[in-house]
């Protein structure tokens, strides 16, 4: 399957905002709708990282604590919407956060990928780098509903490619009705 042709006339102003549970692909199909549309892609936790001197999320999380490190992404989030439009993968709880919302309207498409806890959990075997995935399970029952009011839910479970072109579809449709 091929990319898409890219549409410039419906990317600026608006960027694209990869939303979901951790492990729902956000990064790895960012990437690749990054490369579709020919935007920049932008992972929040990495520039959550560079905010806080090169350290990881899991040091973040040891040192500053859980409100430490949601202090930094939403810096972080106010730092990549002043930026020319691109695709980003936010941290699974980036839209949960009071502020989040709001700034992300101005400037972005929120995509959700929507996908079931039997992938998620599949996902998470032997992860050691999630700080909160001993309370996935728990964590993913709360935020379910939250994701759907999060912006526009896509079928998350497929090919990279296949979801990849959901999230185009997506994004061009709800950039069309702005």
């Known amino acids: 399957m091929g990319p898409p042709p890219a549409d410039t006339a419906l990317a600026p102003p608006f960027g694209v905002a990869l939303a979901g549970f951790m492990a729902s692909g956000k990064s790895t199909v960012g990437k690749r709708v990054a490369e579709h549309l020919d935007l920049p892609f932008v992972d929040l936790d990495t520039r959550v990282c560079a905010l806080a001197s090169g350290r990881t999320v899991p040091q973040i999380f040891a040192e500053e604590g859980e409100a430490g490190f949601?202090?930094?992404e939403l810096e972080a989030l106010?730092?990549?919407c002043e930026e020319p439009p691109a695709v980003v993968a936010l941290g699974g709880g980036t839209v949960l956060l009071p502020k989040a919302p709001a700034i992300l309207a101005r400037?972005?498409?929120v995509v959700v990928l929507e996908v079931p806890w039997t992938v998620v959990e599949a996902r998470l075997v032997g992860d050691r780098e999630r700080p909160l995935a001993g309370q996935a399970a728990t964590r993913f029952r709360q935020r379910v509903?939250?994701?759907a009011e999060a912006g526009v839910g896509v079928d998350g479970v497929g090919t990279v490619d296949e979801v990849a072109l959901r999230v185009i579809a997506a994004w061009r449709?709800?950039?069309a009705s702005r």
């Open 70 to 72: 949601r202090r930094r």
């Open 107 to 109: 400037r972005m498409v």
């Open 78 to 80: 106010r730092q990549v």
């Open 173 to 175: 449709q709800a950039c």
């Open 145 to 147: 509903g939250a994701y």
